[in-house]
Nanobody, 119 residues
Framework: QVQLVESGGGLVQTGGSLRLSCAASRSMFTINVMGWYRQAPGKQRELVAGITFGGSTNYGDSVMGRFTISRDNAENTVYLQMNSLKPEDTAVYYC?????????????WGQGTLVTVSS
C-alpha cells in the first residue's frame, strides 16, 4: 500500500509563508489525484488543493490566490506552497492520494502536519 509522509508544518506569523511536502512511498504512476485537506478544532475538514497526474489543479475558495499546489512525479512528491498566511489557516494539514488498484481506487491519507499562524 502507498504511504504518505508529510513535512514542513510549523509556527509562522501572519503574512508569512510555509511549504509543505508529501512524499509517496511508491511510484506516482499509480496515483490519479493527490491533494491537501485541513481541519481546525471545532471545524469541518475542508479541501485545500488538489492536483492530477497531468497537473490540473483546483483550490478551496478560502486559499485561492494564496496557496499553490505542485507535483514532482520523478520524486514522488507533492508540495503545497502557502503564502500570505492568516490565523484562520491554522489547522492540521493532511495529504491525500487516490491510488489506482486494478480497476478500483483506494484512499490514502498522511499522518498530518500542524500549521499554526500567530495573529
Amino acid at each position: 500500500q502507498v504511504q504518505l509522509v508529510e513535512s514542513g508544518g510549523g509556527l509562522v506569523q501572519t503574512g508569512g509563508s510555509l511549504r509543505l511536502s508529501c512524499a509517496a512511498s511508491r511510484s506516482m504512476f499509480t496515483i490519479n489525484v493527490m491533494g491537501w485537506y485541513r481541519q481546525a478544532p471545532g471545524k469541518q475538514r475542508e479541501l485545500v488543493a488538489g492536483i492530477t497526474f497531468g497537473g490540473s489543479t483546483n483550490y478551496g475558495d478560502s486559499v485561492m490566490g494564496r496557496f499553490t499546489i505542485s507535483r514532482d512525479n520523478a520524486e514522488n512528491t507533492v508540495y503545497l506552497q502557502m503564502n500570505s498566511l492568516k490565523p484562520e489557516d491554522t489547522a492540521v494539514y493532511y495529504c491525500y492520494a487516490e491510488q489506482v488498484v486494478g480497476r478500483s481506487t483506494r484512499d490514502v491519507w498522511g499522518q498530518g502536519t500542524l500549521v499554526t499562524v500567530s495573529s
